[in-house]
């Protein structure tokens, strides 16, 4: 498998999975700085020109967090990523579909691409602040989730992966103050060596 990769983007939270797993990998590096997701070479792989990527020992790639964190889990049952009944592989897709789809896509865009969402330079405040508002909510109803408990659905599982990367976000780049059980998940995600695996993989 390869992985395709841009440092300090979303794509930490599949390489964590990855790590996980614990099967060979290779990580391939796509320079943002230097618009390679532009590029000839990478658009032929991903025509959407963004991270994550996994190119399969097939050959047949996959794009889009939950895509390919999906397929690492159910091609590695035995990692136990996903949980088995049916409200609990309900409740991760919820969760990590929150994650991504409302505390980065909503949220964090908002914070770092305002022109995204308007274009009045003298709006961009704003909307950056709306951002910031977008993703204190998200982690006080996924501080509420996890009261009482480690993971956000029963034992470790996707989920964990997808509100690990906007955390890590979060303690990076904002003053937001993490709420108490978000900040216990997060120092417990920070304990797993696939984690600190991950990580240390991609230079941080």
Not at 94 to 105: K, P
Not at 181 to 198: C, I, S
């Amino acid at each position: 498998m390869k992985y395709y990769f841009a440092p300090g983007t979303c794509s930490i939270g599949v390489r964590v999975v990855l790590e996980e797993i614990g099967k060979p990998y290779e990580a391939v590096k796509v320079d943002f700085a230097n618009r390679a997701q532009y590029a000839a070479p990478y658009v032929e792989k991903n025509p959407k020109s963004k991270v994550p990527l996994l190119e399969r020992d097939d050959g047949a790639t996959l794009t889009e967090f939950a895509a390919i964190n999906m397929w690492l889990a159910l091609s590695n049952p035995d990692k136990r990523l996903i949980p088995a009944d049916p409200d609990g592989h309900a409740r991760m897709i919820e969760a990590m579909d929150y994650a991504v789809g409302t505390m980065h896509m909503q949220g964090w865009q908002r914070f770092w691409r305002p022109g995204n969402f308007v274009a009045n330079e003298a709006e961009h405040a704003a909307v950056k602040a709306r951002g910031l508002e977008i993703l204190a909510k998200g982690f006080d109803i996924m501080d509420k989730t996890l009261r009482g408990k480690e993971w956000l659905v029963g034992d470790y599982s996707l989920a964990d992966s997808a509100l690990f990367y906007v955390t890590w976000w979060t303690t990076r780049n904002s003053k937001l103050e993490l709420p108490a059980n978000v900040k216990a998940h997060y120092a417990g995600m920070n304990a797993r060596p696939a984690v600190q695996r991950a990580l240390k993989g991609e230079g941080f």
